[in-house]
């Protein structure tokens, strides 16, 4: 099978990308299982040594909380203790249900869990149980104190009673009877002290039991006591009444004795909780750190398996390699050798060819593109030589030709001159008209731009007659307004009058009381002389008074007949400044009118012009393409000159192409 070169080509680089892909393909596989891994560790496997270590710190620190909570004894060191223990506890309860979530893809780990899990709740209820009894341990001594200090003084008047007894009894029994006593109170508060000293339960009982003993301790106290009274002894009752208190604290449950023997009970379960609560955490502890182990050993699994990957892809990638070298190798050798070999043959010909001679094939031996470019040069030469034969006979041909249109050139330029002369004459005659026309549109124009400039002068002068109505107007508002202002200050003047005629009238009558009160001021002789020197000056001010009125009313006459005649004269003016608005405004009209008519007489001027303008236009055009057929003709008889010429020189291009043609070596026919 013969392959083609880019067959061969692709071949090659088909193989190596499959190699390539084989390369891409098992990296990728490889990277994919390293990050499966490291997502394994970093999401799983990380974070479960991470909880885990929280988880163990937690825990201790809760223990720690709850040693520290058992040695305290202040009720602020209980409550701060557990608060911090519950905080852990909180702490430790939170990891677990992160830690929990996480196990649940992860066998190995949640079984490990499920057994921290049961020590944990283990180690947290017995805490429980501990924070509880130690609580109850220190309600239970502050209890015990005060019932003993309060049997401690119930022994102390006890003794002093039998002391008194011993020592001032009536008769010999009774004195023999508190000695008794003394003896055995004595027993029975050693006996109380040693119980309350011990701290085993078995040694508790042991000295409990004699307080029971019938004819020893408190038994033979009660019984002698019981003698005493019965022989009318009347301190025996209060004696028995104290044993009764005494038989209270050392037998029943509320008593002295039962509560230290709890209290002892609730220590030895202190101790036994703590015991238990050792190995609950030490077992813990152990669980998390085997979770911690078994999370480890998953991530050195893991770190190991990637190293194998990375291995094991190291090792595929450089064999691929190495096979991708010699494949290149091999392909480049196998087409180099197939390309040099015919191209070196069909370079040779070429060359042959590039000297001239179109005789000379190139032998085709391969099917392949080399093959088809030795087809393609073959056929290339055919045509080739083909061509260089049809050049010759048509130089031949062209000789010919070149020399029949110098001939037609010559004539045609003849002709050609003559219409140059024709087209001279017209154009000055379409000339002379262009310039006639052009007069008519100038005349046109300036009879428009002076029918402007009056039309202009029109529209200002009607512009300045509103402008002067609108004074007019206004000056004519402004006097009907000062008219009106003026009739106002009339018709206050007036008023005006008016009151000064009451201000004489009150100073007439102020002089007559005046008057009247000088003349009862006489009467009244030396007593009213004083009122008489008020009364004329009071006659005085009304008299002043009347003559400043009478001047007020002097000046406001004249201020009224002052209004009046300006009234008069306002009126006057306003029907002046209404006849001035009405002419001008019928000046304003036939400016109006005439500014019309000169618009009349500027269109027409325009229309004139523009009919004048079109004509010269016209005629420029008509003028403008005689202009252009004079130069045409003349343009063409330079042409025919020019052809007349270029046939010459065709001539002797195709003679000279006749020879170059007759150098190439042409195969015989």
């Known amino acids: ?364 031996i391969t099917k392949d593109e080399f093959g088809q470019l030795s087809l393609w040069v073959n056929e290339l030469a055919d045509k080739q030589e083909k061509t260089i034969r049809e050049i010759q006979s048509a130089s031949k041909k062209i000789r010919q030709s070149a020399q029949d249109g110098a001939k037609n050139g010559a004539d045609t330029m003849h002709s050609m001159n003559e219409q140059q002369l024709h087209s001279t004459h017209i154009a000055a005659a379409i000339e002379q008209i262009v310039t006639t026309i052009a007069e008519v549109a100038k005349s046109a124009e300036t009879a428009m731009n002076q029918a402007n400039q009056a039309d202009q002068s029109a529209v200002e002068n009607r512009h300045l007659m509103q402008a002067n109505i609108k004074v007019i107007s206004s000056l004519a508002n402004e006097i009907e307004r000062a008219a009106t202002v003026i009739e106002k200050l009339h018709k206050d003047s007036s008023s005006i009058g008016s009151i000064s005629e009451v201000i004489e009238g009150i100073a007439e009558q102020t002089n007559l009381l005046a008057l009247n009160a000088a003349i009862e001021a006489a009467r009244a002789g030396e007593a009213g002389r004083g009122f008489a020197v008020v009364a004329d000056e009071v006659r005085s001010l009304a008299n002043r008074t009347r003559s400043a009125t009478q001047e007020i009313q002097t000046t406001i006459d004249k201020l009224q007949t002052g209004a009046k005649d300006a009234v008069t004269i306002m009126e006057s003016s306003k029907a002046a400044v209404r006849s001035s608005v009405e002419q001008t405004e019928k000046a304003g009209n036939s400016l109006a009118k005439m500014e019309e008519k000169l618009s009349e007489i500027r269109n027409m001027s325009a229309n004139i012009a523009t009919a004048a303008e079109q004509q010269t236009i016209a005629s420029q055009e008509i003028s403008l393409n005689v202009q252009n057929m004079a130069q045409m003709a003349q343009n063409g008889a330079l042409s025919a000159e020019q052809a007349a010429l270029s046939s010459e020189v065709l001539s002797s291009l195709a003679e000279h192409q006749q020879q170059l043609v007759s150098q190439f070596n042409l195969s015989k026919i």
């Open 1 to 364: 099978m013969s392959l083609s070169v880019i067959q061969r080509i692709s071949a090659g680089f088909a193989l190596l990308l499959l190699l390539l892909l084989v390369i891409s393909f098992t990296s990728y596989r490889n990277l994919t299982d390293i990050d499966q891994k490291i997502q394994h560790t970093a999401q799983e496997i990380t974070p479960v040594m991470l909880h885990s270590a929280d988880m163990a710190v937690a825990l201790l620190l809760a223990n720690k909380e709850l040693m520290q909570f058992m040695v305290a004894s202040k009720n602020k060191d209980l409550t701060k203790h557990d608060k911090l223990f519950y905080e852990q506890y909180s702490i430790f309860t939170s990891q677990r249900e992160q830690l929990l979530q996480i196990s649940k893809r992860n066998p190995q780990v949640n079984d490990a869990l499920q057994n921290l899990a049961q020590d944990s709740q283990r180690f947290f209820k017995m805490a429980k149980r501990a924070f509880k009894a130690h609580r109850d341990n220190l309600a239970l001594s502050l209890q015990l104190v005060e019932q003993e200090e309060d049997l401690r003084d119930e022994l102390d008047f006890f003794i002093r009673d039998i002391q008194t007894l011993a020592n001032n009894g009536q008769s010999t029994d009774e004195k023999n009877t508190g000695k008794f006593l003394e003896t055995n109170f004595v027993v029975i508060t050693n006996d109380l002290d040693y119980i309350l000293a011990s701290q085993e339960l078995e040694d508790v009982e042991m000295y409990e039991n004699s307080f029971s003993t019938p004819g020893y301790s408190l038994m033979a106290m009660e019984e002698s006591l019981q003698k005493l009274k019965s022989s009318g002894n009347k301190s025996a009752s209060d004696l028995l009444r104290t044993v009764v208190v005494l038989k209270k604290s050392l037998s029943e449950p509320e008593g002295l004795v039962q509560q230290y023997k709890l209290q002892i009970s609730i220590k030895a379960l202190e101790s036994e909780l703590i015991e238990q609560l050792s190995t609950v955490i030490n077992s813990a502890n152990t669980a998390l750190y085997d979770l911690r182990l078994q999370a480890r050993e998953l991530a050195t699994s893991n770190n190991k398996a990637s190293q194998e990957n990375i291995s094991a892809s190291k090792l595929t990638n450089i064999i691929i390699g190495i096979i991708s070298i010699l494949a290149a190798i091999f392909t480049a050798t196998w087409v180099a050798r197939s390309i040099r070999t015919p191209l070196k043959r069909v370079l040779s010909v070429l060359k042959v060819i590039a000297d001239g001679d179109l005789s000379q094939r190139v032998n085709i």
